[in-house]
């Protein structure tokens, strides 16, 4: 099976080496041919989150050109696979671009939600010795929709012990431009998530989407605790 890996900004820039190498191993061993096509880039996101749509219609045309082959997109965030379905809504008055759209869509998805509902994947054979929670990421469960596919994975890590987040649907605060534009109100929100965090005696903070786990584990070091955050993919890849 064929696929090509959307690695994301923050995958690429901050975290190549442990997400971005996870990812494709775990996908390499379940058979999958993953390419990496180089002229991707950024979804779009932070431009259409803040409003410029017009100029987000000239990145989602690039994208949607550079996996036009493909015949599976796969990548380690939620958030940005949901940006890649929300083109089909920026062309909505442009029928040729909507039906491109539609077929990226089609075929587009987040890691944990392409291993359980494409390669029927529900224990890749992970183990960590931990204690953890997870944190369910606003864009990947309400946008997207993927929410039992992570912890049907999670469940099957040997020696993974799991404690529910409280509060678990609340936001991190990160939001990509909000916490750049409303400082104040993303830092309590941020706290709050580290408090309920420590709540759960976790030493493994798990998540699916860099934005989130970039935010919260900032967060975390500035207050000097030592709780470990990993991205669901180093988690999968664990042995």
């Not at 041919?33 to 002229?39: A, G, I, M, N, R």
């Not at 940005?80 to 089909?88: A, G, N, T, V």
């Not at 939001?175 to 309920?196: A, D």
């Not at 903070?205 to 989130?212: E, F, K, M, Q, R």
Request: glycine share 6%; net charge neutral.
């Amino acid at each position: 099976m064929k696929v090509s890996l959307f690695l994301t900004c923050l995958a690429d820039v901050v975290y190549p080496a442990s997400v971005g190498k996870s990812t494709v191993e775990i996908l390499e061993r379940f058979g999958c041919e993953v390419d990496f096509p180089k002229k991707q880039t950024c979804c779009g996101q932070p431009a259409f989150n803040s409003g410029y749509h017009r100029e987000t219609k000239e990145v989602a045309k690039h994208m949607i050109n550079v996996f036009k082959d493909a015949k599976y997109v796969v990548s380690p965030s939620g958030s940005c696979i949901s940006m890649l379905h929300e083109y089909i809504h920026l062309f909505e008055d442009d029928p040729e671009w909507k039906q491109k759209a539609e077929e990226l869509k089609s075929k587009s998805y987040e890691l944990t939600q392409f291993l359980v509902n494409v390669l029927k994947i529900n224990d890749v054979g992970a183990k960590l010795q931990a204690k953890a929670t997870y944190h369910t990421s606003c864009h990947m469960t309400r946008l997207l929709g993927v929410k039992d596919a992570p912890m049907n994975l999670l469940k099957n890590v040997e020696g993974l012990e799991f404690t529910e987040l409280p509060h678990k649907e609340q936001c991190c605060g990160f939001g990509g431009t909000f916490s750049v534009k409303m400082v104040p109100i993303s830092e309590q929100m941020v706290n709050e998530k580290v408090q309920h965090i420590e709540e759960t005696d976790a030493e493994v903070l798990i998540g699916a989407d860099l934005g989130c786990l970039m935010n919260i584990g900032g967060r975390i070091n500035r207050q000097g605790k030592t709780i470990k955050v990993m991205h669901i993919a180093e988690v999968l890849n664990s042995k």
